[in-house]
């Protein structure tokens, strides 16, 4: 069997409708898969006006607005009209990407036709609850995706941080590498623009402190705006620039010193510039599983700050690349901030080593690794060896054994 035997039914909360770091790297697998010669069916929710030209056969399953985060969608069934779509293509391999009812509705599919099923895991959602005053429910939500995650063949996170933590949390018994590559033509020094900085008000001689991405709490967003501060009364002279947009910009921008610049979304070669034209990229985030945004800044040639967390570890080599700091610790993200603002030698040997580190992250290899995998997984099946061990009981919260 090789990959032109693959038939692979990919479903997804989100496949184009919100651009995310997931669902690119999700669409770039796909481009690389009917590249490669497979069959590939994507089942997610559609809106009127997405956000991105998609790649692939999209089938629409009924989905409502997330309450509280009416951008995503939130599948609800699958209908018998998709059930018969499923049935048609006939899938040798289902690849899962969000552990929601659309995500549960495919494994079962899966196991009640005994095809081989993965997924592939793009944040932490068991973090999520602490930024939204429920951290009391994080053990629950764990428990939860554990019980899903169990009933996979196999799954795969984009580092190995990553997958070091789920082995921890015990999430699977076969958990792999689907890494993330950078396009670095595009996130490269070279689309550095002082012009584009003059435009938002920012001097050539002014060290910019950027952060990129979407402006939602589990972002880390309090924990920048915190460290601003600090940088601000310890005399720390730099301006602010913000990249990208989401519903807690309001916020944000209450939040930060009046002088901060607010670019709005920027999208492909847009991106690339903006990225290149900050000094230093601050990434409080401990949601990341891999960080896409900090392997971009790295390619653009800025150092980066971020949180000492999964993804990130797996990215920035400390007093190389740039800094690792612990989660939340406010006072240690401005000393690292300062000193790279303070330092034009510093922050430009960083830019520069984190340009060559770039240099291991290409998309078609990471995308050929999962797909040997999808390879391995189906000869396993063939030889009646399956994903979890029979009678592994996943312990709740609060229980002996958990």
């Keep these: 069997m090789d990959v032109t035997d693959l038939r692979v039914a990919l479903f997804s909360g989100n496949y184009n409708y919100v651009r995310d770091g997931a669902n690119q790297a999700l669409n770039r697998l796909v481009e690389y898969l009917l590249r490669k010669g497979a069959a ?15 790649v692939g056969d999209l089938i629409g399953v009924p989905a409502i607005p997330l309450p509280g985060r009416a951008e995503y969608r939130a599948p609800i069934l699958l209908t018998p009209g998709v059930k018969k779509d499923i049935h048609r293509f006939k899938p040798n391999i289902i690849h899962v990407a969000s552990p929601e009812v659309l995500g549960h509705a495919a494994v079962r599919h899966a196991r009640k036709n005994k095809l081989p099923v993965v997924a592939s895991v793009h944040t932490r959602f068991e973090t ?19 019980r899903f995650y169990r009933r996979c063949d196999a799954i795969f996170a984009p580092s190995e941080s990553m997958a070091q933590l789920l082995r921890e949390q015990r999430m699977n018994f076969d958990v792999g590498i689907w890494s993330r590559g950078v396009e670095r033509d595009i996130f490269s020094p070279e689309r550095r623009d002082l012009d584009w900085r003059r435009g938002l008000g920012i001097a050539d001689d002014e060290v910019a402190v950027g952060y990129i991405g979407r402006l939602v709490m589990e972002k880390g967003l309090d924990v920048f705006a915190d460290t601003i501060d600090q940088l601000v009364r310890r005399g720390v002279k730099h301006r602010v620039l913000i990249v990208g947009d989401g519903p807690a910009r309001e916020w944000f921008e209450k939040r930060l010193p009046d002088d901060a610049v ?14 290149a034209s900050m000094d230093v990229l601050f ?3 401990v949601t990341e599983t891999f960080g896409n945004v900090t ?5 653009a040639g800025i150092p980066v700050v971020a949180a000492d967390a999964t993804g990130s570890q797996s990215l920035v080599e400390p007093g190389i690349t740039g800094e690792l700091v612990r989660p939340g610790a406010i006072h240690f993200f401005a000393d690292a901030l300062g000193r790279y603002v303070q330092n034009d030698e510093l922050r430009h040997s960083a830019g520069h080593a984190g340009r060559i580190a770039s240099r291991a992250y290409e998309w078609d290899k990471v995308n050929q690794a999962l797909v040997d995998q999808y390879l391995r997984i189906e000869r396993q099946r063939q030889r009646g060896i399956a994903g979890t061990p029979p009678m592994q009981r996943v312990p709740w919260p609060g229980s002996r054994r958990s």
Excluded at 40 to 54: G, L, N
Excluded at 263 to 275: I, M, P
Aim: aromatic share 16%; glycine share 12%; hydrophobic share 40%.
């Design 283 to 285: 990434n409080p985030s």
């Design 262 to 275: 607010f670019a709005g979304f920027q999208g492909g070669k847009d991106l690339g510039r903006a990225a």
């Design 128 to 146: 999520y609850p602490r930024y939204y005053g429920f951290a009391f429910l994080e053990g629950l939500v764990e428990a939860g995706l554990r």
């Design 40 to 54: 590939v069916r994507i089942y997610s929710p559609k809106v009127s006006q997405p956000a991105f030209d998609h």
């Design 295 to 299: 392997l971009e800044a790295m390619s």
